[in-house]
């Protein structure tokens, strides 16, 4: 099983991002898609999720509104758009994969987690 999370970058407040997560190893059309961050100091936070049929999605209180994620299972990928960025949502942005639909934004209820991509908001 494999997660591979990029497109981590260096980006301006008010800017944009789109990360991927490229999935290998398991059934990728029967799993939830989630992902998670953690900033310097701070625990890891629940940011998004996506269904397995990508109906139903899920935000953190603090990226509602500004975030999206989507799914696309012919090509075994995740991806999390990013859009009017802050400084805040600088952090190491995880994707994870989970198969039951318990326990949701719950960190330790996830199967399959990948390595991470950094996300730096600075002018």
């Known amino acids: 099983v494999q997660l591979q999370a990029s497109g981590g970058d260096l980006v301006q407040p008010g800017g944009s991002l789109r990360l991927s997560c490229a999935a290998s190893?398991?059934?990728?059309?029967?799993?939830?898609m989630g992902w998670f961050r953690q900033a310097p100091g701070k625990e890891r936070e629940f940011v998004a999720l996506?269904?397995?049929?990508?109906?139903?999605?899920r935000f953190g209180d603090s990226v509602k509104g500004r975030f999206s994620i989507s799914r696309d299972n012919a090509k075994n990928r995740s991806y999390l758009r990013m859009n009017s960025l802050k400084p805040d949502d600088t952090a190491i942005y995880f994707c994870?994969?989970?198969?039951?639909?318990?326990?949701?934004?719950?960190?330790?209820?996830?199967?399959?987690w990948g390595q991470g991509t950094q996300v730096t908001v600075s002018s």
């Open positions: 190893g398991f059934t990728f059309a029967d799993y939830f």
């Open positions: 994870a994969a989970k198969r039951s639909a318990t326990d949701l934004t719950t960190m330790r209820s996830y199967d399959y």
């Open positions: 996506i269904s397995w049929d990508g109906i139903t999605t």
